[in-house]
């Protein structure tokens, strides 16, 4: 087992003019299970890469325990990864390809035999170790490609988009497995998604990143309650936090004909800014028993059971106004919803769950 860090590395593409990642400073502790999520672009895979040693670091350098790997060629770094797309030898069984790598390494065939056995056994794969690739679903295979990695028991676990090719349904139950099976093992594993609720369910820490530059770096709950600026507040959480643009006045934040208060020592932050971003998670507004809140024009409701998701637009907007206006979404209990068409009032049902954000600099006032 070992950390891993990132040292102000970065990787510049040949013929481009920007850093694909730029700077990143990231320290990823023992045993831990670091989730980087991003959207297409951002500079996960290709930190992940640079990890690997399937990518150049231009300048900087990275750690795996004490060991500079950064020059280091990808079969001295003790790691093991999982792709997107299995990359299975379909002329093998699912014992021949778990086992491949220790035979190219001359591991003897006992030993060998026994951690695929352990590893089949912790995957639940020990009926299928004589059936080739082709025999299998997508999620079999990908337990394969993952009893290929747990087999070289390395330092570090590097997984690149995993579950990307398999249904929703198993997506949710495999990624559990994941999980699960990381605890068990407690190997450091950097884990590479596009999927915000899968890096939230999977982490202890997630690092959110942004046209190659890190956002943040917290646990899951950190991230959604405190994020540090609009790119994270709008990216973690679905339904997405609703931020809604609005002019600074004395006591707080005017949106639509509704003044959302904001304490005085929060609105002294914003500098010069005249509006301000406000930003309410959809389950942190209540409807309003007076005529006081933001009005909204009901848009559509969405029936889950348990609960509804409300969709709409502030109210009194023209036409012109509505094709720009931004989406807000409401969750509340089935058995309250209100109905297409129906204007209702919001507020916030916890001062805590009010963030706001400076327009200039993105950043969340609260925090500062």
């Known amino acids: 087992m070992a950390t891993v860090s990132f040292r102000q590395a970065s990787r510049v593409y040949p013929g481009s003019d920007r850093a694909a990642v730029e700077k990143l400073d990231l320290e990823i502790a023992d045993g831990e299970f670091m989730v980087l999520v991003g959207p297409s672009g951002c500079g996960k895979s290709t930190s992940l890469r640079m990890l690997a040693g399937l990518e150049e670091v231009n300048s900087g350098n990275i750690f795996i325990g004490d060991r500079d790997v950064t020059d280091l060629p990808p079969k001295d770094r003790d790691i093991a990864m999982v792709f997107q797309n299995y990359a299975l030898y379909p002329h093998m069984t699912v014992a021949d390809n778990m086992g491949f790598a220790l035979k190219m390494q001359n591991v003897p065939k006992a030993d060998r035999q026994s951690r695929v056995q352990e590893a089949a056994r912790l995957l639940g794969l020990e009926d299928f170790l004589n059936r080739k690739p082709k025999a299998l679903s997508g999620g079999q295979r990908q337990r394969v490609a993952m009893g290929r990695a747990i087999v070289r ?53 997630v690092a959110v990143l942004k046209d190659g530059i890190l956002q943040q770096v917290d646990s899951p709950l950190d991230l959604y309650d405190t994020p540090v600026n609009l790119f994270v507040a709008g990216f973690i959480g679905s339904p997405a936090m609703n931020l809604l643009s609005g002019t600074r006045v004395e006591g707080g934040v005017q949106v639509g004909d509704y003044v959302v208060p904001v304490p005085r020592e929060v609105l002294a932050k914003a500098g010069d800014d005249k509006t301000l971003t406000v930003g309410i998670r959809p389950e942190n507004f209540s409807v309003s028993d007076t005529n006081e809140g933001i009005a909204l024009d009901v848009a559509l409701v969405e029936e889950l059971g348990a609960d509804s998701y409300v969709y709409g637009t502030l109210a009194g907007l023209s036409e012109d106004e509505l094709v720009d206006a931004q989406q807000i979404i409401v969750r509340m209990e089935a058995r309250m919803a209100p109905h297409k068409g129906d204007v209702m009032r919001l507020q916030s049902s916890n001062p805590h769950g009010v963030h706001v954000f400076s327009n200039s600099t993105e950043l969340r006032l609260n925090a500062l």
Not at 161 to 180: C, F, G, M
Request: aromatic fraction near 4%; hydrophobic fraction near 40%.
């Open 153 to 205: 028991n390395p330092q570090v676990f590097l997984m690149d988009e995993p579950l990307s090719n398999l249904d929703a349904k198993l997506r949710v139950s495999t990624r559990t497995q994941i999980a699960a099976l990381q605890r068990r093992l407690g190997v450091t594993t950097v884990y590479v998604t596009h999927d915000q609720t899968e890096a939230m369910t999977m982490g202890d820490r």
